[in-house]
């Protein structure tokens, strides 16, 4: 069963930082394309971060270039998103996704394998 599973979801204060996990399992994690994406209420999901398994440079959205970082560990099959200088808006709750292949990119169509989500808060 080809699963992804993310946790680290929390609430902080301005300036905050959280990690997030997740875990792919029931595929091959080679040869495919990790991104989180996320949605606040009322608004459309927006690719934050994407990274290619066989390596390379991950992509950030502008707003969160420079604070947050998505990394991986290939022998545990997961991704990270390191989250600092959380701002209010960066509220939302925040999905882990995978397309096959290694043209990566944000737009969520072409993610075929989604996590259930992990909340986000941050407060002012």
């Known amino acids: 069963q080809v699963r992804l599973v993310e946790s680290g979801g929390g609430s902080v204060q301005t300036g905050g930082s959280l990690r997030l996990s997740c875990a792919a399992s029931?595929?091959?994690?080679?040869?495919?394309?990790m991104a989180w994406f996320r949605q606040a209420p009322g608004k459309e999901r927006e690719g934050v971060a994407v990274?290619?398994?066989?390596?390379?440079?991950?992509y950030y959205v502008a707003s969160v270039r420079g604070r947050f970082t998505i990394s991986q560990d290939n022998a545990k099959n997961t991704v990270y998103l390191q989250m600092n200088s959380l701002k209010p808006e960066d509220t939302a709750m925040y999905y882990c996704?995978?397309?096959?292949?290694?043209?990566?990119?944000?737009?969520?169509?072409?993610?075929?394998?989604w996590g259930q989500g992990t909340q986000v808060t941050v407060s002012s």
């Open positions: 029931g595929f091959t994690y080679s040869n495919n394309c």
């Open positions: 996704a995978r397309r096959a292949g290694r043209w990566c990119d944000t737009g969520p169509n072409e993610y075929n394998t």
């Open positions: 990274i290619y398994t066989g390596g390379g440079s991950p």
